[in-house]
């Protein structure tokens, strides 16, 4: 496998960030929400993104999901440079590879949990039956099968999470990109969505990155980001002391 792009990549990795910066204008202002960041992502490993808000979270992980282009710096996700991609094959490897959960759910309204949990089957080219049925068992999992036929406007705010979360599993994405992924839930089915997280998402081939503000799951970390000001400020296994 070719290197040469990225330094210092280890070909075994998720994900190999390196020098990422993100500029956003405001106005007449450039404001840099991250500076270089460097940081490796293990393969088996459930990963944790904790920082202040505004600290640069989001677009991080935006970054590292193929939805935010770098202003500067190269990510590389299993083995391929995906800001090298074109357009088309930055989608299509989206959707072979990455399953992301967001802070707004984006259900198609018009169509009911079980098949907006099918979404990236169908996109891929699955019958829409057989596709709902395996959405359905994603569904069960998360333990909201008898919502199965529901429109989202039907749905409780921590229901359609679920269904979000289900549509990012449903294809067994590779990489796992989730923001704040039990902010609406309570603590039993916050444990529920974690545990399948890591059911689904960590394997030796794949890697979960999470941003969370939930301190009642930070123990469930294989290794734990503390993102401030647009830096990485801490990198272990345990949240920083005085936390
Ligand atoms: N599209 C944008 N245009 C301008 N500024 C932006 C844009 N997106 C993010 N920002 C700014 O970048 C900074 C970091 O935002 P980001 O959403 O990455 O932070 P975060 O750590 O995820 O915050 P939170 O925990 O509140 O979600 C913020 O100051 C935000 O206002």
Redesign the pocket.
């Known amino acids: 496998m070719d290197t040469s792009a990225i330094g210092g990549c280890a070909p075994e990795a998720a994900i190999c960030a390196r020098g990422v910066t993100r500029d956003?204008?405001?106005g007449q202002q450039v404001?840099t929400?991250l500076h270089g960041i460097d940081v490796d992502i293990q393969p088996g490993e459930l990963t944790f993104v904790v920082?202040?808000?505004?600290?640069?979270?989001?677009?991080?992980i935006?970054i590292m999901c193929g939805i935010l282009w770098p202003t500067k710096g190269d990510i590389r996700v299993f083995g391929t440079d995906i800001y090298d991609l074109s357009d088309t094959d930055l989608v299509n490897f989206r959707l072979e590879n990455i399953g992301f959960i967001f802070?707004q759910y984006n259900l198609i309204p018009s169509i009911d949990a079980a098949s907006n949990a099918a979404v990236p089957l169908i996109a891929k080219g699955m019958d829409r039956i057989e596709a709902r049925e395996k959405a359905k068992l994603m569904l069960e999992k998360l333990n909201i099968l008898d919502q199965a036929d529901k429109l989202p406007s039907q749905l409780s705010g921590g229901q359609q999470q679920r269904v979000a979360i289900a549509r990012a599993l449903v294809h067994e994405p590779r990489l796992v990109v989730c923001?704040?992924p039990t902010a609406a839930l309570d603590a039993n089915s916050g444990r529920r969505v974690m545990d399948l997280l890591r059911e689904v998402a960590v394997a030796e081939d794949r890697a979960c990155i999470i941003?969370t503000?939930d301190n009642r799951v930070f123990d469930l970390a294989d290794r734990i980001l503390v993102?401030e000001d647009?830096k990485i400020t801490h990198d272990g296994t345990d949240m920083p002391d005085g936390h």
């Open positions: 956003f204008t405001s404001i929400v920082g202040e808000s505004g600290s640069g979270k989001t677009t991080l935006s802070q923001d704040e941003v503000h993102l647009g």
